[in-house]
Nanobody, 127 residues
Framework: QVQLVESGGGSVQAGGSLRLSCAAS????????MGWFRQAPGKEREGVAA????????DYSHSVKGRFTISQDNAKNTLYLVMDNLKPEDTAMYYC????????????????????WGQGTQVTVSS
């Protein structure tokens, strides 16, 4: 079955960087629609970055564009999210998600389009 395991979260000061990893198994990693989402306490989950692993198409939310980079390593079946210039408002639980059948209505950051989710990794940014 599909498994997604996130790692790499932690606590950093504002302006710092982190790299999140999502180790994937149970499907063809190099031909999937994948995304990173986050949920802060008291807020709805929001999509921050997405990537089609079969062609490199990517999308970012306005709030992270230019600071976050999504990438993949097919040899390791791993999706990454490099987060630079972190801000306190980036504090959240970060989740990796995957879809085998495409993005819902072609919207990469729409969470309803993802059938498989990891357990999440916490990112805390202090000012």
């Amino acid at each position: 079955q599909v498994q997604l395991v996130e790692s790499g979260g932690g606590s950093v000061q504002a302006g710092g960087s982190l790299r999140l990893s999502c180790a994937a198994s149970g499907y063809t990693f190099s031909n999937a629609y994948m995304g990173w989402f986050r949920q802060a306490p008291g807020k709805e989950r929001e999509g921050v970055a997405a990537r089609y692993t079969g062609g490199g198409v990517t999308d970012y939310s306005h709030s992270v564009k230019g600071r976050f980079t999504i990438s993949q390593d097919n040899a390791k079946n791993t999706l990454y999210l490099v987060m630079d210039n972190l801000k306190p408002e980036d504090t959240a639980m970060y989740y990796c998600a995957a879809s085998m059948g495409g993005w819902l209505e072609g919207l990469p950051l729409q969470e309803e389009g993802y059938a498989h989710w990891g357990q999440g990794t916490q990112v805390t940014v202090s000012s």
